[in-house]
């Protein structure tokens, strides 16, 4: 029995020790989600920077509120109150860059983490590509470790967020 509860007890130390590591080796991720919608670069970008627009497409999404500047004006900062398994989480985004129907570069902010989003937009005629670019960093070793090991469902609810965003930009007139 002594032999079993200590070979346990190793076992776990041994997963607390690897699943710390990652967050130790690993102190962010990054993953990119790509869509080309069919609808030109100023519709797709107008859709994507209209705050009305958001709660079509941003899952779960459950409100904003201004703090300061103008909306896509660079430094302007904004809170967002996002819902993930039945719990919310309020968010500072800031402005970092913003190019007209080319790019839009963000910082969200909060106690968990930070994550740098740049969305470039590349015209393909009467088409759009929007490529979004997510680095994100736990502000501890627990968060950076979760962050590692969470990377493709985090991936995938981006990819499906920007697969709403097309289907919301393409019913656009």
């Not at 690897?18 to 797709?44: D, L, R």
């Not at 779960?60 to 660079?74: D, F, M, P, R």
Request: aromatic share 12%; proline share 2%.
């Amino acid at each position: 029995m002594k032999k079993l509860l200590k070979r346990v007890g190793i076992t776990i130390l041994v997963i607390v020790i690897i699943f710390f590591s990652a967050g130790i080796c690993c102190p962010s991720i990054t993953y990119e989600s790509k869509v080309t919608v069919n609808k030109p670069i100023e519709t797709s970008f107008g859709v994507f920077t209209n705050a009305f627009k958001l709660s079509d497409w941003v899952i779960g999404l459950k409100g904003i509120g201004w703090i300061s500047g103008a909306q896509n004006e660079v430094g302007s900062k904004w809170k967002f109150i996002v819902t993930q398994n039945g719990t919310d989480y309020e968010l500072i985004q800031t402005l970092k860059t913003y190019k007209q129907n080319e790019l839009f570069i963000t910082n969200a902010d909060n106690e968990l983490f930070t994550d740098d989003v740049e969305v470039k937009f590349t015209s393909n005629g009467a088409s759009t590509q929007i490529i979004a670019t997510s680095n994100l960093k736990g502000e501890n070793i627990f968060w950076r470790s979760v962050f590692v090991f969470a990377k493709f469902y985090l991936h995938g609810n981006d990819q499906k967020m920007y697969d709403k965003l097309k289907e919301v930009i393409e019913k656009e007139p």
